[in-house]
């Protein structure tokens, strides 16, 4: 690669916190993926000056600790420290990071380690290191949960050599590779003993990434040095600042005010005025994620949820399914589109959106409707509604607090009188998670349809890794037999059809209320280049100064 010189003053950025192609993902079969100049792997710039890049989050990242929470704003974060097996490109498209891979039966991948990856204490990574952080997510006491989904599917790790290890299913199991790029790889010897406070000072937080972690404020401010026995090369920043930036109009006056020279998830308010400044550069896609409703349709008395004479409901609505398409036909999902998210959304229909695998282009969002509701209320033996409360960040999706109360609109109009609570990210996920709403609001972004079902709507079952983030209690046998075939098929074409009949089957039956797909937005300084990912993240490492 040719030697590039780049003289810059500090730089900053700001960010908030999955679109991947219909095609099936590759993956590798029995001749594996060899290292190839023409697979993405890192940006390879060698710069004669020091830069510093400065880096503001939108939502807060609450551990350094990447087995702990499957939560974006963390992962954004940790990304910059630990390395994956497998990594994906700004399509979500699988290629290989520290190893590469092949299948040696139908139950049995072997992965083979780049020789000579340094750990950030010096050491070298070895296939015993991938063992225990492939078992680790499942011996975490106190995890909210996410990444044991990940690892569960493995039943048996080999060691074979210091740079070879075997991973065995006990089924065929077709999506392991989008699993595994999600599971960041940490040191044995660091962290074994460590605590989540040992990652968040960084005594624990050794990665084989392109930036050791140097001090961590929550709430302020994470601050990287330059790995520079990075197996990737030379980047261009020796230094890196992520800043906690949670006010979209602070964002956006910090990019204007020359203190930032990126931002994220541009508001959609501020999109035509940044793209009139002569001094600036936006770049957008289709995000793969979907902004839904989770309705508790296990309890019988979801909290919040009364008549109109503010007496306890003998039953839960939410378990009848004219109810939920009731609720459905009540929300105009092109006017939020176009007037709340300001034409920056899709409406959804869909678990997943439109590019990622498994979209079923057959299932439409259902049409506005709001007589038709009425009339399935009234059906379902709910002719004056009845009161419910929805519960929402207001922090962490575009316009998130402005999402929820336009729905509570609409569903007031049909009968449903619907009381919003908007609460940030950190206190949100936490009472969520808890079921304390009839109603929850949730982003989801995933490289495939059956990955995200299994999460979002499959059957709760821990010991299989399904239902992690299934706040409605959902549940379905037909569909849940739906994703276990389709996570079991390797071949791709058949896996996507699997995947396709389970997602139109949770659209059917209203599993969700899907409303909108996100567009992504960042805007830069001009002298800055990046590739809008449709995974939503944001890595310094792949800014480049041009």
Do not use: C
Request: hydrophobic share 40%; no cysteine; proline share 7%.
């Amino acid at each position: 690669m040719a030697r590039a010189e780049y003289t810059t003053p500090t730089l900053t950025l700001a960010l908030r916190g999955r679109e991947s192609p219909s095609s099936p993902f590759p993956l590798g079969g029995r001749s594996g993926w060899g290292w190839s100049a023409a697979v993405p792997v890192a940006l390879l710039v060698v710069v004669t000056h020091a830069a510093e890049l400065k880096i503001g989050l939108s939502a807060d990242v609450t551990t350094m600790d990447p087995h702990f929470i499957a939560a974006q704003p963390n992962l954004t974060a940790q990304h910059h420290v630990f390395d994956t097996l497998v990594r994906t490109d700004e399509r979500s498209r699988p290629f290989p990071g520290i190893a590469t891979w092949r299948t040696i039966g139908p139950v049995t991948w072997e992965f083979t380690l780049r020789q000579g990856v340094k750990f950030h204490d010096g050491s070298e990574l070895t296939a015993e290191d991938v063992a225990y952080s492939l078992e680790r997510p499942l011996k975490l006491k106190g995890s909210p949960g996410g990444f044991q989904t990940y690892v569960r599917p493995i039943v048996a790790r080999e060691v074979v050599d210091r740079y070879t290890i075997r991973l065995k299913t006990a089924t065929p199991y077709g999506a392991l590779l989008q699993d595994l790029a999600e599971v960041m790889i940490v040191s044995k010897r660091a962290t074994a003993q460590a605590t989540g406070e040992d990652f968040d000072r960084g005594k624990a937080a050794v990665g084989t990434g392109p930036y050791k972690l140097a001090r961590f404020a929550r709430g302020d401010r994470i601050e990287f040095v330059r790995h520079e026995e990075y197996w990737g090369g030379r980047l261009p920043w020796d230094k890196v600042t992520l800043l906690i930036l949670p006010s979209d109009p602070v964002r956006t006056a910090a990019l204007l005010s020359g203190q930032v020279d990126a931002v994220e998830h541009v508001p959609t308010a501020d999109i035509a005025r940044l793209r009139k400044t002569p001094t600036l550069r936006l770049e957008q896609t289709v995000s793969w994620r979907t902004i839904f409703l989770h309705l508790d349709q296990q309890r019988d008395r979801p909290p919040g949820m009364l008549s109109k004479a503010g007496k306890p409901l003998e039953k839960n609505p939410f378990k009848d399914i004219r109810v939920r398409q009731a609720m459905s036909k009540a929300i105009n999902r092109q006017a939020i589109a176009e007037r709340v998210m300001e034409q920056l959304a899709l409406p959804a229909a869909n678990v997943v959106s439109p590019s990622v695998f498994g979209h079923d282009p057959a299932v439409k969002p259902d049409a506005y409707d709001p007589g038709g509701a009425k009339k399935l209320l009234a059906e379902a033996g709910y002719p004056d509604g009845f009161t419910v409360t929805l519960g929402t960040p207001n922090n962490r999706y575009i316009n998130d607090e402005q999402v929820a109360q336009t729905v509570a609109q609409m569903l007031a109009r049909v009968g449903i009188v619907t009381r919003v609570e908007a609460m940030p990210l950190s206190v949100y996920f936490g009472k969520a998670r808890n079921q304390e709403f009839g109603v929850s609001l949730l982003g989801w972004g995933s490289r495939a349809a059956d990955l995200a079902l299994r999460s979002l709507v499959a059957t709760v079952n821990p010991d299989k890794g399904y239902g992690a983030w299934n706040w409605g209690g959902y549940s379905n046998p037909r569909l849940d037999q739906l994703i276990a075939a389709s996570l079991g098929t390797v071949d791709p074409a058949k896996r996507e059809a699997i995947a396709r009949s389970a997602s139109a089957l949770a659209a059917q039956e209203v599993a969700i209320i899907p409303l909108h797909y996100q567009v992504v937005t960042w805007a830069m300084r001009n002298n800055l280049s990046y590739t809008a990912r449709t995974d939503e993240f944001t890595f310094a490492h792949h800014f480049k100064p041009q």
